[in-house]
């Protein structure tokens, strides 16, 4: 491939699995995956349809019901390119968060806009913290198996991020006079 785009390795990985349609991939980085990956229709697809043409993965059009049904699945050369990957040592790490983008712009709205935008961080953040807590119980059931422990890890890194952040809300809020 000319240039490797991360979520052709999402892809890749999510295929090493099963084969899915392009609304599995999509229902798939919506699930667990969306805690630290992001993706869309509008960048699946066309990914999609560039690693076919580059032969890491192939499409199967069938029929079920009447209706058409397009899976894909991955190649031998799908497979190596993820193995390549994974075994690259660079490692893009980017934190974007758009409540501290507005936090470190605070400054030019009142403090209770600030404060506000920080509850809303907190709340949105205990509720995945809570999908995360439910993931790795269910999780730990199945540490047997090779994948979970990796599927563990991550959500393991969720859950203690998670709550950092959390703790880091309840000082933020503390500074800016909350009590």
């Known amino acids: ?9 999402v892809i890749l990985g999510l295929l090493s699995h099963e084969d899915l349609t392009g609304y599995d991939i999509k229902k798939r980085i919506d699930g667990a995956i969306r805690f630290f990956w992001k993706g869309s229709f509008g960048n699946i697809y ?6 076919e043409n580059h032969g ?4 199967n059009d069938t029929s079920v019901g009447g209706r058409e049904r397009i899976t ?3 190649t031998k050369d799908g497979r190596e390119a993820l193995k390549k990957w994974l075994a690259d040592e660079q490692a893009g790490n980017e934190l974007r968060y758009e409540t501290l983008l507005k936090l470190f712009f605070g400054g ?3 403090r209770e806009v600030t404060i506000h935008n920080i509850d809303l961080f907190e709340a949105q953040i205990r509720q995945e913290l809570s999908l995360l807590r439910k993931y790795r119980e269910e999780l730990e059931k199945y540490l047997d198996a090779e994948d979970h422990i990796y599927y563990y890890l991550t959500v393991s890194f969720g859950i203690d991020t ?3 952040y959390l703790k880091w809300c309840a000082k933020a809020k503390k500074m800016l006079g909350v009590e």
Do not use: G, Q, T
């Open 108 to 110: 030019a709205a009142k």
């Open 72 to 74: 894909y699945c991955i």
């Open 46 to 51: 066309p990914a999609l349809k560039e690693m």
């Open 162 to 164: 998670y709550e950092a």
């Open 56 to 59: 890491l993965i192939v499409k």
């Open 1 to 9: 491939m000319a240039r490797e785009r991360k979520i052709d390795m």
